[in-house]
């Protein structure tokens, strides 16, 4: 059984940085989608970034792109985050599912195992 613990929330203001992380465990496959989603209140969760641990390229969304770096193995996940905005304050979980060395992350909707989440605040 995949476990997933993330850490490195907090309150920062808005310009600032923040670097999120995940320890993992238990995995089995040789490749895994590693993921980084954020929910904020009254708002559908979003997928932040993506790597495939098999290889290729990561992936950011749009809005993070520039700002935001997924990096790590699936044993430490990192979420480099700078130059923060208030729109940035959400929960952020990390993910983990099996999948072939040739799965696209960026493209993969359903995840099976998830971190408890730890918070984000950017104050403006």
């Known amino acids: 059984q995949v476990q997933l613990v993330e850490s490195g929330g907090g309150s920062v203001q808005a310009g600032g940085s923040l670097r999120l992380s995940c320890a993992g465990s238990?995995?089995?496959?040789?490749?895994?989608?590693m993921g980084w989603f954020r929910q904020a209140p009254g708002k559908e969760r979003e997928g932040v970034a993506s790597?495939?641990?098999?290889?290729?390229p990561t992936d950011h969304s749009d809005s993070v792109k520039g700002r935001f770096t997924i990096y790590g193995t699936r044993n430490t996940l990192y979420l480099q985050m700078n130059s923060l905005k208030p729109e940035d304050s959400a929960m952020y979980y990390c993910a983990a599912r099996a999948v072939s060395s040739r799965q696209l992350c960026r493209t993969l909707t359903e995840y099976t195992y998830w971190g408890q989440g730890t918070q984000v605040t950017v104050s403006s």
């Open positions: 790597f495939n641990t098999g290889g290729g």
């Open positions: 238990g995995y089995t496959y040789s490749s895994y989608c």
